[in-house]
């Protein structure tokens, strides 16, 4: 007799297969279009991505030149797609708790995107403290993550069944605070334009920004942060380490 329903993790996680073959290149280019101008990663740097799934992010590292970088996750189909282009040497699979425990000032860089939003208020702090102690001394941790303050950010926020927080702008501030880390810079998931119909796209964005912006100022007197995409970046950074 069963004694239960599985755990709503694994059935979410159970639909992802190892058929997938994602246009590293593009994904590549999409980072760095977004990454332009707040973050560059050195050749040297030690990174490790968390919820690497087929190692989106991993493309961008391998593009700008890193040469030490690691994607982890705990979901093996997604890990036997992403080892299948980046060798086993830069992906790995378990438990991140348990991963990034023996990892003590480690990495340079630390990434998660659309991860810490799958995670519950314990488990966000448990991550954090976890994260900013695998952090070497000026190390930095990127986020992006659904923004609660955006107009369609709860279309972002309740796109997956497995995400349990979502911040605003304010509340990751906060919480990253709280956890000893320094919020270095927040930014909208907009990408840099590099065609003219990026450009119409990026364009199209700052007109329906400033309406958006107006009627904020209307209601509360401020004109806000101006964080207004579904998503947002954070850069965080442990302090120490120099600038």
């Not at 690497?52 to 040469?67: E, P, Q, T, W």
Request: charged share 25%; glycine share 10%; proline share 5%.
């Amino acid at each position: 007799m069963s004694t239960g329903p599985a755990d709503y993790r694994d059935i979410a996680y159970s639909r992802y297969g190892t058929d997938v073959r994602p246009d590293y290149a593009r994904f590549a280019d999409a980072y760095a279009r977004r990454l332009s101008g707040k973050l560059t990663p050195e050749a040297d740097w030690r990174c490790l991505d968390l919820a690497c799934g087929y190692g989106n992010f991993l493309a961008y590292l391998r593009h700008v030149g890193v040469r030490d970088y690691v994607g982890f996750d705990g979901a093996e189909p997604e890990v036997l797609a992403a080892r299948r282009e980046f060798g086993e040497a830069h992906v790995m699979a378990g438990d991140v708790v348990a991963f990034l425990r023996n990892r003590q000032g480690t990495y340079r860089l630390l990434s998660g995107l659309d991860f810490i939003e799958h995670l519950d208020k314990q488990e966000v702090f448990r991550f954090l403290a976890l994260a900013r102690d695998a952090l070497e001394p000026g190390g930095y941790l990127l986020l992006r993550t659904p923004n609660a303050g955006a107009p369609f950010g709860m279309a972002a926020r309740y796109n997956d069944i497995t995400q349990e927080v979502c911040f605003t702008t304010n509340a990751i501030v906060d919480t990253l605070a709280r956890s000893g880390l320094e919020s270095a810079h927040i930014w909208e998931d907009i990408p840099r334009p590099h065609t003219p119909r990026q450009a119409l796209h990026w364009l199209s964005w700052q007109v329906a920004r400033f309406a958006l912006r107006l009627a904020n100022a209307a209601e509360t007197g401020s004109w806000g942060d101006g964080i207004l995409t579904r998503n947002m970046w954070v850069l965080a950074r442990k302090p120490g380490g120099g600038a």
